[in-house]
């Protein structure tokens, strides 16, 4: 009889999301989850190909957490980047990796992050029309982006109120971009 699996992919990818957000990507390592998950690293490569692969999975499970939360949030701009910009405060490991370059195989599946755009392109579909959507998305996701790197970064340091701020930038794109 073969021996029961000891893990899933599952366990190893929630793992995995610990480790990120703990760690940073340099600790998201196969001997590292495989001890948090109680086996034995050979055992890991059972279920996932190699590292590259390992990061994958995890960046595709923080942009499945990504896609719920915008999916859930009110459907207007506001709504959206409150979602977005609690998502990366809440994962900015997570958030890091989502975004970040790398090899094909440890960035998240083109599909998956075409079906997290949706309610951002359906959002500026509102606001300029069907021809300039996409152009607006990026607009939207650029600052949001953008802000939201340079706060996890402690880069605001003038003064103020960030959420006020945050707040301003939602309005100014609304403003700016309604047809």
Same mark, same amino acid.
């Given at each position: 009889?073969?021996?029961?699996?000891?893990?899933?992919?599952?366990? *190893?990818?929630?793992?995995?999301?610990? *480790?990120?957000?703990?760690? =940073?990507? &340099? =600790?998201?390592?196969?001997?590292? +989850?495989?001890?948090? +998950? =109680?086996?034995?690293?050979? @055992? %890991?490569? !059972?279920?996932?190909? #190699?590292?590259?692969?390992?990061?994958?999975?995890?960046? /595709?499970?923080? %942009? $499945?957490?990504?896609?719920?939360?915008?999916?859930?949030?009110?459907?207007?701009?506001? /709504?959206?980047?409150h979602?977005?910009r609690?998502?990366? !405060?809440?994962?900015?490991? /997570?958030y890091?990796?989502?975004?970040?370059?790398? &090899?094909?195989? @440890?960035?998240?599946?083109?599909?998956? %992050?075409?079906?997290?755009?949706?309610? *951002?392109?359906?959002?500026?579909?509102?606001?300029?029309?069907?021809?300039?959507?996409?152009?607006a998305?990026?607009? *939207?996701?650029?600052?949001?982006?953008?802000? +939201?790197?340079?706060?996890?970064? =402690?880069?605001? $340091? %003038?003064?103020?109120?960030? #959420?006020?701020?945050?707040?301003? /930038?939602?309005?100014?794109?609304?403003?700016?971009?309604?047809?």
């Open positions: 009889m073969p021996t029961p699996a000891r893990t899933s992919i599952t366990d *190893i990818v929630a793992a995995g999301r610990d *480790i990120l957000e703990a760690d =940073g990507p &340099p =600790g998201l390592t196969m001997q590292a +989850v495989a001890t948090k +998950v =109680g086996v034995r690293p050979p @055992s %890991l490569y !059972k279920h996932v190909k #190699n590292r590259e692969s390992l990061v994958g999975l995890v960046a /595709g499970d923080a %942009l $499945r957490d990504l896609r719920e939360r915008l999916d859930g949030a009110d459907s207007d701009l506001a /709504g959206l980047a979602a977005f609690a998502f990366a !405060k809440e994962s900015p490991q /997570g890091q990796l989502v975004f970040a370059l790398g &090899p094909d195989a @440890s960035r998240p599946d083109p599909a998956a %992050l075409a079906q997290t755009s949706q309610p *951002i392109l359906r959002v500026a579909a509102d606001l300029v029309g069907e021809g300039d959507a996409l152009e998305a990026r607009t *939207i996701t650029a600052w949001a982006s953008g802000f +939201v790197a340079m706060e996890l970064a =402690g880069a605001f $340091r %003038l003064g103020g109120d960030v #959420n006020r701020a945050f707040d301003y /930038g939602v309005k100014a794109l609304t403003r700016g971009l309604a047809r």
